[in-house]
């Protein structure tokens, strides 16, 4: 059974701090990873995808660790605008079309 | 265009009622998903369109009847739904390729009487 784990929620954190969130997956055949994120009501939207050598986009910084089948997301100087449903997300297989979701942690950031 | 749309974006009908959805990108994307998706929970596949032929059907009931008119359009029809099929809807869509990103529609929330 493919799995995707994430930490589970939810994360209360004062606006200004670094915020970080870890997902495993167990299908070894994955080969793409992403993060997406999901307000209250609304569609996931695509934050990051998440490459092997890691990568960086403004405050947001994503690593992939295959061999422990691993993937972080680490939020710096969170916003009030930050808080969210964060999705781990990873494919079935190279070229698959399938998707297989985490639950979602939820974010709150505070003033 | 970077947006995929959905309409209508909130949909009240009746068990006994025929109803469309209807999903539509501008990106030259080449596969196109719908989706299921219930409060609190991620979303389920339901059926996958590539190149505009049904690739995957997620062994979701009759009731729900995909088509794809053309790259751009994606529909899914209703007809005889159940009051436990009332959900979030969101359509999807992917360029493909290695990574295959999938960007979704804001959805069409469903009540089923």
């Known amino acids: 059974r493919k799995e995707v784990e994430q930490d589970p929620g939810p994360f209360n954190v004062p606006e200004g701090a670094t915020v970080a969130f870890n997902c495993t997956y167990s299908?070894?055949?994955?080969?793409?990873f992403f993060w997406y994120r999901q307000d209250c009501r609304k569609e996931p939207k695509l934050l990051m995808s998440v490459y092997s050598s890691g990568n960086e986009d403004g405050r947001f910084t994503a690593q992939l660790n295959r061999a422990s089948q691993y993937i972080s997301l680490l939020i710096r100087d969170s916003k009030l605008s930050d808080s969210a449903t964060y999705l781990c997300v990873v494919n079935n297989g190279a070229g698959s079309y399938q998707l297989t979701f985490g639950k979602g942690t939820k974010l709150s950031v505070i003033p | 265009d970077t947006e995929v749309t959905q309409t209508p974006k909130h949909l009240v009908m009746g068990m006994t009622n025929k109803k469309s959805l209807k999903c539509e990108q501008h990106m030259g994307h080449r596969a196109m998903y719908w989706y299921k998706q219930k409060a609190k929970k991620p979303p389920e596949l339901m059926f996958v369109?590539?190149?505009?032929?049904?690739?995957i059907n997620e062994s979701v009931p009759s009731r729900f009847s995909p088509e794809c008119p053309n790259s751009s359009l994606l529909n899914l029809h209703l007809h005889a739904l159940q009051p436990e099929d009332s959900a979030l809807y969101l359509c999807?869509?992917?360029?493909?390729?290695?990574?295959?990103?999938?960007?979704f529609g804001p959805g069409t929330r469903l009540t089923v009487l």
């Open positions: 369109y590539s190149y505009e032929k049904l690739s």
């Open positions: 999807a869509s992917s360029l493909g390729g290695t990574y295959n990103e999938q960007f």
């Open positions: 299908n070894s055949a994955s080969q793409s």
